[in-house]
C-alpha cells in the first residue's frame, strides 16, 4: 500500500469509519497532490516537497477534527462537475443530484422550449448551475439570502461557464410581482429542513462546520416549505411545477402542504438510499 495513503488512513482510523477513511485519503491524494488509484493501489509513491508534507499534515489535522472534506480541499462534485465550496454554503450532497436530474430528465422528455426556472436557496449554486448548463435553453436564476454563499454561487458560474442570474433575496419575503420578475414555470428548492431541536445530535462535521442557516428548518423543519407554498405560489402560473428536497420523514406533510394549497399531480420520489426525498407538483389550471 502506498505510504501517504497508509499516513492518512492511519491518523483518520481513530475519527472515522474505515470506509469513510479509506475514501477521504484517496479523495485528498487524487485531488491535491495528483495520484491516481492506480497508484494508491499499486503502491507507487511520489516525492513530497517540505511544503507539501506541510500541507498534507495540514489537512490530516482538519479532518481528524471531523472537517468536512469538501471544505478542506475547497471543493465538491455534483453531477459530473466540480464545485467551489468554503464554510459559508451547504456541501452538495448526493441526494440533491437526484432532485436535479429529475429536473433535467423530466425537461428533456417533455421538451418544453424555454422553461424559467428559479433555485430558491441556491448555496454552492450546484442544481442552478447543472440545470443551466444540462437545459441550455432554459433561463435559470437563483436566490439566498447569504452574500457569502451568493459569491461562491456566482464563481462557480463563472468558471463552469454558467448563465445563471444570481440575486440576494430572504425566501421569507414575498417576491415582487414586476416587470423584471416573471412567473416561473418552474421552482426547485433544497431549503434548510433539519428540526431545531436536531440541530445539536448531528454529526459533528455537520453540525461544527455547515452553516446552520442552511440547514435549520425551524420547530418541525417545514418553516421554509410552507414559506415557499404561501409567498412564492404567486410567481407561478397554472401548470408551474414546484420541486423540493425534504427531510427524512417530511415528504407526507409537504406533499399534504403543497396540495392545500393548489398543487395536484404531486409525486414522491425516493433519494438513493430509497429515503422519499423529493416531493414535487404542478400547480393546478383553477387557481
Ligand atoms: N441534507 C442535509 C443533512 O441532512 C440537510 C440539508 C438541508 O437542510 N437542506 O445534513
Same mark, same amino acid.
Do not use: F, K, Q
Given at each position: 500500500m502506498n505510504a501517504s495513503f497508509k499516513y492518512i488512513f492511519d491518523k483518520l482510523s481513530t475519527a472515522y469509519p474505515e470506509r469513510e477513511a479509506r475514501a477521504i485519503a484517496r479523495l485528498v491524494l487524487e485531488t491535491r497532490f495528483g495520484l491516481t488509484q492506480v497508484d494508491i493501489c499499486m503502491g507507487r509513491e511520489r516525492t513530497f516537497s517540505l511544503e507539501e508534507r506541510r500541507d498534507l499534515e495540514n489537512i490530516v489535522k482538519r479532518l481528524s477534527q471531523k472537517e468536512p472534506v469538501q471544505y478542506v480541499l475547497g471543493q465538491a462534485d455534483f453531477c459530473g462537475r466540480t464545485f467551489s465550496v468554503a464554510p459559508g454554503v451547504l456541501v452538495p450532497r448526493p441526494e440533491t443530484e437526484e432532485l436535479t436530474k429529475w429536473i433535467i430528465r423530466d425537461e428533456k422528455e417533455s421538451g418544453f422550449s424555454l422553461p424559467c426556472i428559479l433555485d430558491i436557496g441556491t448555496g454552492s449554486g450546484c442544481i442552478a448551475i447543472t440545470l443551466s448548463q444540462e437545459l441550455p435553453q432554459a433561463q435559470v436564476s437563483a436566490i439566498d439570502i447569504s452574500p457569502q454563499a451568493l459569491a461562491i454561487a456566482r464563481e462557480n458560474a463563472k468558471r463552469l461557464g454558467a448563465a445563471v442570474d444570481f440575486r440576494q433575496q430572504d425566501v421569507l419575503d414575498s417576491p415582487s410581482k414586476g416587470q423584471d420578475s416573471p412567473l416561473w414555470d418552474i421552482i426547485v428548492s433544497n431549503p434548510? /429542513?433539519? =428540526?431545531?431541536?436536531?440541530?445539536?445530535?448531528?454529526?459533528?462535521?455537520?453540525?461544527? /462546520?455547515? =452553516?446552520?442557516m442552511a440547514l435549520d428548518g425551524g420547530a418541525d423543519g417545514l418553516d421554509f416549505y410552507r414559506a415557499i407554498c404561501a409567498h412564492w405560489r404567486s410567481v407561478l402560473h397554472p401548470g408551474s411545477r414546484l420541486c423540493f428536497e425534504v427531510g427524512i420523514g417530511q415528504a407526507d406533510d409537504v406533499l399534504r402542504l403543497m396540495r392545500s394549497v393548489g398543487f395536484g399531480d404531486l409525486e414522491i420520489l425516493p433519494d438513493p438510499a430509497g429515503i422519499p426525498r423529493v416531493v414535487l407538483g404542478d400547480l393546478y389550471q383553477e387557481i
Open positions: 434548510p /429542513y433539519i =428540526p431545531s431541536g436536531d440541530i445539536p445530535g448531528l454529526d459533528a462535521s455537520v453540525r461544527d /462546520y455547515e =452553516p446552520h
